[in-house]
T-cell receptor
Framework: TQLLEQSPQFLSIQEGENLTVYCNSS?????LQWYRQEPGEGPVLLVT?????EVKKLKRLTFQFGDARKDSSLHITAAQPGDTGLYLC?????????????FGAGTQVVVTP | DTGVSQNPRHKITKRGQNVTFRCDPI?????LYWYRQTLGQGPEFLTY????????KSRLLSDRFSAERPKGSFSTLEIQRTEQGDSAMYLC?????????????FGEGSRLTVL
């Protein structure tokens, strides 16, 4: 059972469009991370957020951690085909358990030229 | 390449056989994690080591599963008497608690198919 619910499960958009992926939970997390995973590869960390209300920007990607530290969102502006991949959110319950993560099921994003 | 290395990358076996996967973490990382990922799901935590000590095991890790990290460097994950439900990608990850950015570095995974 996944404690983190991601939505939507699948998203297909055209190059240049914007998209938002959501990650929700009833649990409070000390930190939340976003990973991107490509077929046949392991997940690669995009960002870690630790403070409620925190917003981080990574080029065209904007990450937000909810005030109550239970939810997060990932927004991509002007998506490119290289953004295609499985986006996973993952939460750690305590700072000592930052490696023992609860993952969501992921959102598969496909960006077509 | 100084990333996390896993082998074999793919393993096809018959039900009832034993399989072993190896993980070589980033050399200065003291913590090593095993996760399992099935199709359409995110990774699920199995177990982790700090140096050679196995500190926690998930209840997902049945008695048929055993993991070791004998010298605090590489780790092995053995599955005995494999079942079809064991088919999954087994991911290894490592991190250092010394300079803790919280980042987990994952290997490329070992995909197991049990026929």
């Amino acid at each position: 059972t996944q404690l983190l619910e991601q939505s939507p499960q699948f998203l297909s958009i055209q190059e240049g469009e914007n998209l938002t992926v959501y990650c929700n939970s009833s649990s409070v997390f000390s930190s939340l991370q976003w990973y991107r995973q490509e077929p046949g590869e392991g997940p690669v960390l995009l960002v870690t957020v630790v403070t409620g209300g925190e917003v981080k920007k990574l080029k065209r990607l904007t990450f937000q951690f909810g005030d109550a530290r239970k939810d997060s969102s990932l927004h991509i502006t002007a998506a490119q085909p290289g953004d295609t991949g499985l986006y996973l959110c993952a939460g750690a319950e305590t700072t000592d358990s930052w490696g023992k993560l609860q993952f969501g099921a992921g959102t598969q994003v496909v960006v077509t030229p | 390449d100084t990333g996390v290395s896993q082998n074999p990358r793919h393993k096809i076996t018959k039900r009832g056989q034993n399989v072993t996967f190896r993980c070589d973490p980033i050399s200065e990382h003291n913590r090593l994690y095993w996760y399992r990922q099935t199709l359409g799901q995110g990774p699920e935590f199995l177990t982790y080591f700090q140096n050679e000590a196995q500190l926690e095991k998930s209840r997902l890790l049945s008695d048929r599963f055993s993991a070791e990290r004998p010298k605090g460097s590489f780790s092995t994950l053995e599955i005995q008497r494999t079942e079809q439900g064991d088919s999954a990608m087994y991911l290894c990850a490592s991190r250092s608690t010394g300079l803790d950015t919280g980042e987990l570095f994952f290997g490329e995974g070992s995909r197991l198919t049990v026929l």
